[in-house]
């Protein structure tokens, strides 16, 4: 059964940072795409940033260019998602989700990570 675990959210001030790890229970780990997502309150859930299999390409929603970077240990089976300079509007719960390499669409989603950021 696929587990996905995020950790590291928190309430920090504007400007500062956080990571974010999200653990992997699978096998095969190294052959999926990981992803992050979010949801602030009364929104739609959204996209932040995304990276592929190997790790070689990495992709972001245009408001967090230049603040998060996205990594993926296949040794670890672990996603983490660095985010610096952090504004109020990233407040929102954080989620990490896999799709398979070849799949369309995210099959597995974790519980999501709280990050709360104050003016």
């Known amino acids: 059964q696929v587990q996905l675990v995020e950790s590291g959210g928190g309430q920090v001030q504007a400007g500062g940072s956080l990571g974010l790890s999200c653990a992997a229970s699978?096998?095969?780990?190294?052959?999926?795409?990981m992803g992050w997502f979010r949801r602030a309150p009364g929104k739609e859930r959204e996209f932040v940033a995304a990276i592929n299999w190997l790790g070689s390409y990495t992709t972001y929603v245009d408001s967090v260019k230049g603040r998060f970077t996205i990594s993926k240990d296949n040794t670890k089976n672990t996603v983490l998602l660095q985010m610096n300079s952090l504004k109020p509007e990233d407040t929102a719960t954080y989620y990490c989700a896999i799709k398979p390499r070849e799949g369309a669409y995210y099959s597995h989603w974790g519980q999501g990570t709280q990050v709360t950021v104050s003016s």
């Open positions: 699978l096998s095969s780990f190294e052959t999926y795409n």
